[in-house]
Protein backbone atom coordinates (compact mmCIF):
# COMPACT_ATOMS: atom_id res chain seq x y z
CA UNK A 1 0.00 0.00 0.00
CA UNK A 2 1.35 3.17 -1.10
CA UNK A 3 0.83 6.17 1.26
CA UNK A 4 -1.85 8.59 0.65
CA UNK A 5 -0.27 11.93 0.41
CA UNK A 6 3.62 12.60 -0.20
CA UNK A 7 4.93 13.97 2.93
CA UNK A 8 8.43 13.68 2.03
CA UNK A 9 9.34 17.28 1.86
CA UNK A 10 7.99 17.60 5.64
CA UNK A 11 10.26 17.81 8.88
CA UNK A 12 7.84 15.40 10.25
CA UNK A 13 8.80 12.88 7.92
CA UNK A 14 12.55 13.17 7.52
CA UNK A 15 14.21 10.23 9.13
CA UNK A 16 18.04 9.80 10.50
CA UNK A 17 19.90 8.59 7.70
CA UNK A 18 21.01 4.69 8.51
CA UNK A 19 18.09 4.10 11.09
CA UNK A 20 16.40 1.92 8.47
CA UNK A 21 13.02 4.78 8.54
CA UNK A 22 12.92 3.88 12.03
CA UNK A 23 14.16 7.38 14.00
CA UNK A 24 13.21 10.64 13.31
CA UNK A 25 15.95 12.94 11.99
CA UNK A 26 17.78 14.22 15.30
CA UNK A 27 20.33 16.76 16.06
CA UNK A 28 22.12 13.62 18.42
CA UNK A 29 22.87 11.48 14.84
CA UNK A 30 20.91 8.40 17.21
CA UNK A 31 20.13 5.93 14.50
CA UNK A 32 18.75 3.10 16.86
CA UNK A 33 15.70 3.29 18.50
CA UNK A 34 16.41 1.70 21.40
CA UNK A 35 19.50 4.34 22.12
CA UNK A 36 16.97 7.26 21.20
CA UNK A 37 14.67 6.04 24.01
CA UNK A 38 17.31 6.05 26.41
CA UNK A 39 17.62 9.24 25.52
CA UNK A 40 14.86 10.93 25.62
CA UNK A 41 13.78 9.03 28.99
CA UNK A 42 16.71 10.44 30.54
CA UNK A 43 15.90 13.68 29.10
CA UNK A 44 12.42 13.12 30.74
CA UNK A 45 13.71 12.75 34.03
CA UNK A 46 15.79 15.58 34.08
CA UNK A 47 13.64 17.87 33.24
CA UNK A 48 11.62 16.26 35.31
CA UNK A 49 13.73 17.05 38.20
CA UNK A 50 14.17 20.49 37.28
CA UNK A 51 10.37 21.40 37.67
CA UNK A 52 10.11 19.29 40.74
CA UNK A 53 12.54 21.83 42.10
CA UNK A 54 10.88 24.87 40.82
CA UNK A 55 7.56 23.57 42.75
CA UNK A 56 7.12 24.97 46.61
CA UNK A 57 4.54 23.37 48.79
CA UNK A 58 3.65 27.39 49.60
CA UNK A 59 2.42 27.37 46.27
CA UNK A 60 -1.28 26.39 45.31
CA UNK A 61 -3.37 25.44 42.05
CA UNK A 62 -6.58 25.81 40.88
CA UNK A 63 -9.02 23.78 39.28
CA UNK A 64 -11.27 25.13 36.33
CA UNK A 65 -14.41 23.60 35.72
CA UNK A 66 -14.87 20.53 33.70
CA UNK A 67 -15.30 21.16 30.16
CA UNK A 68 -18.14 19.39 29.74
CA UNK A 69 -18.85 20.42 25.68
CA UNK A 70 -16.56 18.04 23.35
CA UNK A 71 -14.78 19.47 20.46
CA UNK A 72 -17.99 19.14 18.99
CA UNK A 73 -19.99 20.89 21.40
CA UNK A 74 -21.21 17.68 23.06
CA UNK A 75 -20.23 14.32 23.99
CA UNK A 76 -20.43 11.52 21.46
CA UNK A 77 -22.89 9.60 23.55
CA UNK A 78 -24.88 12.25 24.76
Known sequence: M?????????IEDQYEPGSDGKVLQNL?????????EIAETADLWLVQEILIGEVSSEQSFTVAP????GPSGRFADS
Not at 66 to 69: G, R
Open 2 to 10: TDRYNTSHL
Open 28 to 36: LGITSPEEM
Open 66 to 69: DNTD
